[in-house]
């Protein structure tokens, strides 16, 4: 036990008031799939009231079993945030389909719009721009739309490495919230280097954007578990830092914790309060518990985030 507390003490090499580490990471949100909430008895004693709730929607996942994750949810008092990813969405009656469930049966009012993971759309749509520009969310009433964000590129989108058409895409949502009584923020995959992050917060920034950050972060996991997910996902510059992690052996023998990269956003946060990055979004890639689990002693104070 005292060889694991050795390791531990050597992975939290970041220091933080811990003041600044709980304001960044109150309020913060978690992605469920249906498969992994059904495996939580009672989210009412795992996070804290409000917590916002993504559902991811993975490929095959029949709507059904979507809409019935949602409206336990809901009932549990929880905002709910279910994902249309548009290329797995095959036309414009399923995609209202879809919108009148969630709104009829499961009382959502909130959404996250992205182009999804799959290379070839199963029909009418490609992108989060044209979910948005049928007008449906407008006319069934959801009070708050999320746009995905990609801090380290997207090379689907910009087959270059660049970042001009999700920059442009970006511009684009900007301007509908502007002219939209929805609430729009992005959320962003996740990241384990701060530096890329808000490199990307200051571009997009100073071309314009204002829409909120919820930034990404992968909660405690085995690191192998996490470098597969990282190539899988495309995570670019900052998979370097978990390629690093892994070389040293006190790293690799205990799970990787998002403490470093929330660390460098909390202190970068106190120094720009300006920055549009304010929310932490968590991918529990390690488990819905334990990723839980842990944002939770960190409010509470009941683990210490500093060596």
């Not at 009932?75 to 009148?100: N, Q, T, Y």
């Not at 969630?102 to 029909?123: D, W």
Request: charge should be neutral; charged fraction near 25%; proline fraction near 6%.
């Amino acid at each position: 036990m005292a060889l694991l507390n050795l390791f531990r003490s050597k992975q939290e090499e970041k220091s933080v008031e811990p003041a600044r580490f709980r304001d960044l990471i109150n309020g913060y949100s978690i992605e469920v799939m249906p498969r992994t909430a059904a495996k939580i008895e009672d989210f009412k004693t795992l996070l804290p009231k409000g917590t916002r709730v993504y559902i991811a929607h993975i490929d095959g996942t029949p709507i059904e079993d979507m809409v019935q994750t949602a409206r336990r949810l809901h009932e549990d008092g929880f905002p709910v945030m279910p994902h249309f990813p548009s290329r797995i969405i095959a036309s414009h009656a399923i995609l209202e389909d879809w919108i009148k469930r969630y709104r009829n049966e499961a009382g959502v009012e909130q959404a996250l719009l992205l182009g999804g993971g799959v290379s070839t759309p199963a029909g009418d749509f490609d992108s989060s721009i044209q979910l948005i520009e049928t007008g449906l969310f407008d006319r069934y009433g959801f009070r708050r739309l999320h746009v995905a964000g990609h801090p380290e590129g997207n090379k689907d989108i910009d087959k270059d490495g660049g970042h001009r058409i999700v920059d442009e895409a970006l511009k684009f949502k900007q301007a509908y919230s502007e002219r939209t009584d929805a609430e729009m923020a992005i959320a962003t995959q996740f990241a384990f280097d701060a530096k890329p992050v808000i490199a990307w917060a200051e571009r997009i920034a100073a071309a314009g954007v204002k829409l909120p950050i919820h930034l990404g972060i992968a909660g405690p996991t085995k690191l192998q578990t996490l470098i597969k997910f990282a190539i899988a996902c495309g995570v670019g510059p900052s998979l370097g830092v978990l390629q690093k992690r892994a070389m040293d052996l006190s790293k690799l023998l205990v799970p990787y914790e998002p403490t470093e990269v929330l660390a460098d956003i909390a202190n970068y946060k106190t120094a720009h309060p300006e920055s549009l990055l304010q929310q932490i979004h968590v991918f529990p890639l390690g488990g819905i518990r334990a990723s839980a689990e842990w944002m939770n002693e960190q409010l509470t104070g009941e683990r210490s985030i500093a060596p």
